[in-house]
């Protein structure tokens, strides 16, 4: 399994770093490069990892990698690389939820690897999460709930620091993110 994932996220890097090279509008070009480079890694990988969130999280790890090799502005192409991973994955098949998580979790972890924003970064994937649903026909009331409650998950993982800061940014830029956020805490509680 490694061995096919570790294929995925070099495709990925390959494929969509040579599409968005010289683009000139470098979103679309993004999303539409991530988009075809995830329904293929479906394709190849069948349905195997279909379940998981290890194939769009793959994705969004490798194009994330080959983006920042070529100069271009993670915090600018994350909401391109999740959409697209999170369209193609679910053109293919996958469900909206493991999508929506795999792509945004890798984002923000690779956003720390990078030393990029987190509370950006946060903020542009929930904003690619919700698109990339749109635009596939899923329930964006409930993609904006996942990727919300997937980036303040993965920002405690990373440090008290990150959750205040993925905090403040969804509230300033994410409709609704802050009732998401006053849910997920009272459920918390419940517990």
Same mark, same amino acid.
Request: glycine share 10%.
């Given at each position: 399994m490694f061995k096919i994932l570790s294929s995925v996220? %070099?495709?990925?890097?390959g494929a969509v770093t040579s599409s968005v090279k010289g683009a000139s509008d470098v979103l679309s070009a993004t999303i539409n490069a991530v988009k075809n480079v995830t329904v293929s890694a479906f394709k $190849?990988?069948? /349905?195997?990892?279909?379940? !998981?969130?290890?194939?769009?999280?793959?994705?969004?790890?490798?194009?994330? $990698?080959?983006?920042s090799e070529i100069g271009v502005s993670i915090i600018k192409a994350v909401k391109g690389?999740? /959409?697209?991973?999170?369209? !193609?994955?679910?053109?293919? !098949?996958m469900e909206q939820k493991p999508a929506v998580e795999g792509a945004v979790a890798q984002a923000l972890?690779?956003?720390?690897?990078?030393g990029e924003d987190i509370g950006q970064t946060a903020v542009q994937s929930v904003m690619g999460a919700v698109n990339g649903v749109k635009q596939v026909g899923g329930d964006t009331v409930k993609?904006?709930?996942?990727?919300?409650?997937?980036?303040?998950?993965?920002?405690? $993982?990373?440090?008290? $620091?990150?959750?205040?800061?993925?905090? %403040?940014?969804?509230k300033e830029s994410i409709d609704g993110a802050d /009732?998401?956020?006053?849910?997920?805490d009272l459920k918390g509680k419940d517990k």
């Open positions: 996220v %070099n495709g990925a890097k $190849e990988t069948g /349905d195997v990892l279909r379940e !998981g969130i290890q194939v769009p999280a793959s994705i969004v790890k490798g194009t994330i $990698e080959g983006l690389v999740v /959409d697209g991973t999170v369209q !193609g994955a679910m053109q293919s !098949g972890h690779s956003a720390k690897e990078l993609a904006t709930f996942t990727a919300v409650k997937t980036v303040l998950t993965v920002a405690s $993982e990373i440090s008290e $620091e990150a959750v205040v800061s993925v905090k %403040n940014a969804l /009732d998401i956020m006053k849910e997920i």
